[in-house]
């Protein structure tokens, strides 16, 4: 998603007509602390544009899939909106965060 100040944020994946997003944290992506703070840092850019966040562990995603699909259509029932598929970032390609 492209910011205010032209920059670009990939995002996991998101529902742009809702207003959600959702974001996968692995271990790997996060081992140095620079990483970790850019991470929020761009998190938070995001929901400074009025999104709302939904986050997940690599470990939500391979050992509770069921459990985080229910939450994610809890949030997308509770959001307004037509109903739309996800745009999967280049983060949810490469098994990781972006």
């Given at each position: 998603?492209?910011?205010p ?8 994946s ?8 959702l974001?996968?944290?692995?271990w ?6 620079r990483?970790?703070?850019?991470d929020h ?5 995001v929901v400074?544009?009025?999104?709302k966040p ?9 050992l509770?899939?069921?459990?985080m699909?229910?939450?994610v259509?809890?949030a997308r ?6 109903e ?15």
């Amino acid at each position: 998603m492209e910011l205010p100040n032209g920059g670009i944020v990939w995002l996991d994946s998101a529902y742009p007509d809702k207003l959600l997003f959702l974001e996968t944290c692995g271990w790997g992506p996060h081992r140095n602390r620079r990483a970790f703070v850019r991470d929020h840092r761009r998190e938070n850019q995001v929901v400074l544009l009025s999104r709302k966040p939904l986050g997940f562990t690599w470990d939500d995603v391979t050992l509770r899939p069921e459990e985080m699909a229910a939450e994610v259509e809890a949030a997308r029932a509770a959001a307004r909106g037509p109903e739309v598929r996800p745009r999967i970032g280049a983060g949810a390609r490469r098994g990781g965060r972006a």
